[in-house]
């Protein structure tokens, strides 16, 4: 088990998750709670960080955390609307800015010997995101920190470890915001850095040991990131006792089945393939709407997981590839979400089966389990594989969904992604898709005019999903590409490249 660890009171900022990310760049664990959770503290925590958030503290319904087990008792960091709270419920005052404080700013380091500056500049750019300012701190709190507009930027409590910032430490615009971070979280909290690949490799294969013992576990593989990690851990907990399953939905990218089954084979992994593309296809016959095709996929995954389980005498686990961001979210600020996407667990088969869950990466964001897999020498392809949406093509088919159209959409798709492989843009890229769009267009094709159909291709850069930028391709393999989907795949006449943001745009279309 971790034995310490920093804990984050989520008050519904954007940014909350980028300051435990942050704060486990430094080899140093840390949990997101609900921010009404601080009298669940346990010995364990070291230190806890107060977010920022969407709410006035001004406001009758802002969230109002019971610090009683934390302030003056352990180190404690308010962000943003976190040292707004600081001030505000313990003597202070806050009140509207007479302007919106928003973007860079330059802030003066007023008391140098303040801890939380400890080898941080003056003048220093940091990020502001705030309508409310700190006009009058508590009775023996001290400003460590001004900026032009802002008094107020930074102060401490006299006799306690208690630290206030009214600017956003995560964001890369302020310059040594991870520099604080580490001033807090290790000189302050005296966290050991210790939170590494390799130690959570070795505690976590401990800990599956300990709770699985003799069990069989069933895992379904998806051939992306996180299914493949949590296979590997658990192979090297209980070696064969694992049984993975792979389905061949029909709706993969071209030869995927086959490749990545070698992948893993080779791996070493007790994995069974199961052919059920007819199934998948014929029942997506007819249906246009995106959720309904995405329930009609998720039904038939359950049938045909469900029937190979079964097969596995003796089991009593399942195991599923969730990590942290999903944890999160089902235990959101303001309570529990829908927000886990039905296709990324297999939802309704564990108390059907009467099977335990276990989930061997439910500690980790995205970019640290592609550095634990890393640790494991997954091979790279498996490993750097762009993100790829449960329900496959189908939901990059903007119509109803056809042999015929997957069939074309494969073909495009394949071409898209050997030619980033190619021109070596794929690792620059965090996510690309081929889209069948339900229109044609006009074309000519030597001397006879086609009515066929329009792909878009889309292709993003990002750092986790939550937010991306279309990525800027050079337009020489954009037109060097649409040449090739031009002229290889029949039934195609136009390709267009999608230049929105996420947001307003999401990454997929459906």
Same mark, same amino acid.
């Given at each position: 088990?971790?034995?310490?660890?920093?804990?984050?009171?989520?008050?519904?900022? $954007?940014?909350?998750?980028?300051?435990?990310?942050?704060?486990?760049?430094?080899?140093?664990? @840390?949990?997101?709670?609900?921010? /009404?959770? %601080?009298?669940?503290?346990?010995?364990?925590? *070291?230190? &806890?960080?107060?977010?920022?958030?969407?709410?006035?503290?001004?406001?009758? /319904?802002?969230?109002?955390?019971?610090?009683?087990?934390? *302030?003056?008792?352990?180190?404690?960091?308010?962000?943003?609307?976190? %040292?707004?709270?600081?001030?505000?419920?313990?003597?202070?005052? &806050?009140?509207?800015?007479?302007?919106?404080?928003?973007?860079? %700013?330059?802030?003066?380091?007023?008391?140098?010997?303040?801890?939380?500056?400890?080898?941080?500049?003056?003048?220093? $750019?940091?990020?502001?995101?705030?309508?409310?300012?700190?006009?009058?701190?508590?009775?023996?709190?001290?400003?460590?920190?001004?900026?032009?507009?802002?008094?107020?930027?930074?102060?401490?409590?006299?006799?306690?470890?208690?630290?206030?910032?009214?600017?956003?430490?995560?964001?890369?615009?302020?310059?040594?915001?991870?520099?604080?971070?580490?001033?807090?979280?290790?000189?302050?909290?005296? @966290?050991? +850095?210790?939170?590494?690949?390799?130690?959570?490799?070795?505690?976590?294969?401990?800990?599956?040991?300990?709770?699985?013992?003799?069990?069989?576990?069933?895992?379904?593989?998806?051939?992306?990131?996180?299914?493949?990690?949590?296979?590997?851990?658990?192979?090297?907990?209980?070696?064969?006792?694992?049984? @993975?399953?792979?389905?061949?939905?029909?709706?993969?990218?071209?030869?995927?089945?086959?490749?990545?089954?070698?992948?893993?084979?080779?791996?070493?992994?007790?994995?069974?393939?199961?052919?059920?593309?007819?199934?998948?296809?014929?029942?997506?016959?007819?249906?246009?709407?995106?959720? +309904?095709?995405?329930?009609?996929?998720?039904?038939?995954?359950?049938?045909?997981?469900?029937?190979?389980?079964?097969?596995?005498?003796?089991?009593?686990?399942?195991? $599923?590839?969730?990590?942290?961001?999903?944890?999160?979210?089902?235990?959101?600020?303001?309570?529990?979400?829908?927000?886990?996407?039905?296709?990324?667990?297999?939802?309704?088969?564990?108390?059907?089966?009467?099977?335990?869950?276990?989930?061997?990466?439910?500690?980790?964001?995205?970019?640290? &389990?592609?550095?634990?897999?890393?640790?494991?020498?997954?091979?790279?392809?498996?490993? /750097?594989?762009?993100?790829?949406?449960?329900?496959?093509?189908?939901?990059?088919?903007?119509?109803?969904?056809?042999?015929?159209?997957?069939?074309?959409? $494969?073909?495009?798709?394949?071409?898209?992604?050997?030619?980033?492989?190619?021109?070596?843009?794929?690792?620059?890229?965090?996510?690309? %898709?081929?889209?069948?769009?339900? &229109?044609?267009?006009?074309?000519?094709?030597?001397?006879?005019?086609?009515?066929?159909?329009?792909?878009?291709?889309?292709?993003?850069?990002?750092?986790?999903?939550?937010?991306?930028?279309?990525?800027?391709?050079?337009?020489?393999?954009?037109?060097?590409?649409?040449?090739?989907?031009?002229?290889?795949?029949?039934?195609?006449?136009?390709?267009?490249?999608?230049?929105?943001?996420?947001?307003?745009?999401?990454?997929?279309?459906?």
């Amino acid at each position: 088990m971790v034995t310490e660890k920093i804990i984050i009171l989520d008050f519904g900022s $954007q940014y909350t998750q980028l300051i435990a990310r942050r704060v486990r760049e430094l080899n140093v664990y @840390c949990e997101i709670w609900p921010f /009404n959770s %601080a009298n669940k503290i346990d010995s364990g925590v *070291k230190g &806890v960080i107060l977010s920022g958030s969407p709410s006035s503290v001004r406001d009758i /319904n802002a969230p109002k955390p019971d610090l009683t087990a934390v *302030k003056g008792k352990l180190p404690l960091l308010g962000i943003c609307y976190g %040292a707004q709270y600081l001030s505000h419920y313990f003597g202070g005052e &806050v009140a509207p800015s007479d302007s919106r404080e928003y973007g860079r %700013a330059s802030l003066d380091i007023t008391v140098p010997s303040s801890r939380l500056f400890g080898s941080m500049n003056s003048g220093m $750019q940091v990020w502001m995101s705030h309508g409310d300012t700190i006009v009058r701190l508590p009775e023996k709190y001290t400003i460590t920190g001004s900026t032009h507009d802002v008094s107020i930027g930074a102060f401490e409590a006299e006799g306690e470890d208690t630290f206030g910032i009214q600017f956003h430490p995560e964001v890369y615009h302020t310059t040594e915001g991870l520099q604080l971070l580490k001033n807090f979280v290790v000189d302050i909290c005296g @966290c050991q +850095q210790s939170w590494t690949p390799e130690s959570f490799i070795a505690e976590t294969i401990r800990n599956l040991q300990d709770t699985l013992q003799d069990d069989k576990v069933v895992l379904g593989l998806s051939g992306g990131v996180d299914s493949s990690v949590a296979a590997v851990l658990l192979h090297k907990a209980i070696g064969n006792k694992l049984h @993975c399953i792979f389905v061949d939905n029909g709706l993969l990218r071209k030869n995927e089945f086959a490749s990545v089954m070698n992948s893993y084979q080779h791996m070493g992994l007790n994995v069974r393939g199961v052919d059920a593309r007819d199934m998948f296809l014929g029942a997506l016959s007819g249906i246009e709407d995106p959720e +309904q095709k995405r329930k009609s996929i998720g039904k038939q995954f359950i049938e045909v997981f469900e029937h190979e389980a079964r097969k596995i005498q003796g089991a009593k686990w399942l195991a $599923q590839g969730t990590i942290y961001p999903d944890v999160i979210e089902s235990v959101s600020v303001n309570g529990p979400s829908v927000t886990i996407k039905s296709h990324h667990n297999v939802g309704g088969l564990p108390e059907k089966m009467n099977l335990m869950v276990i989930e061997p990466l439910k500690l980790l964001f995205k970019d640290e &389990v592609r550095r634990v897999g890393k640790a494991l020498a997954i091979d790279p392809v498996i490993l /750097n594989r762009h993100p790829f949406p449960g329900p496959g093509l189908a939901i990059r088919i903007i119509s109803d969904v056809t042999p015929e159209k997957v069939s074309m959409l $494969q073909e495009v798709d394949d071409i898209f992604i050997k030619g980033l492989m190619e021109y070596e843009l794929y690792d620059k890229v965090w996510q690309a %898709a081929a889209i069948l769009l339900p &229109v044609r267009s006009v074309g000519v094709m030597g001397d006879e005019r086609t009515y066929e159909s329009v792909v878009a291709l889309r292709a993003v850069t990002s750092t986790d999903g939550m937010t991306a930028d279309w990525a800027h391709l050079p337009y020489e393999f954009l037109g060097h590409i649409s040449n090739r989907i031009i002229n290889k795949v029949k039934g195609v006449n136009r390709v267009v490249f999608d230049i929105s943001s996420k947001p307003p745009a999401t990454i997929e279309w459906e």
